[in-house]
């Protein structure tokens, strides 16, 4: 299982990435809501949103920012 890290951009944000430290998405608190927000980049680094490796666990919802959460639910799909 691939280990991902979070990082705090705000209070309502944690960029989230691979060991290699690609960003492949966000967790966002929308209301009173987690949300992971996958990202991928095209070929030119322009941003896809919902895109990238995790595409498919886009919107995925989780109780709060944590690392062992997000791994636990997200690594597998790595």
Known sequence: ???L???EVNANVHSVHLPSG????NLKRIGAVWKFKAV???AT????????PLTDQHNMVFD???TDAMNT???CWL
């Open 1 to 3: 299982m691939t280990e």
């Open 5 to 7: 890290t979070l990082t």
């Open 22 to 25: 690609a960003h492949v998405g």
């Open 40 to 42: 991928g980049y095209d």
């Open 45 to 52: 680094g322009a941003v896809e949103p919902g895109g990238g």
């Open 64 to 66: 709060a920012p944590d």
């Open 73 to 75: 639910r997200l690594g």
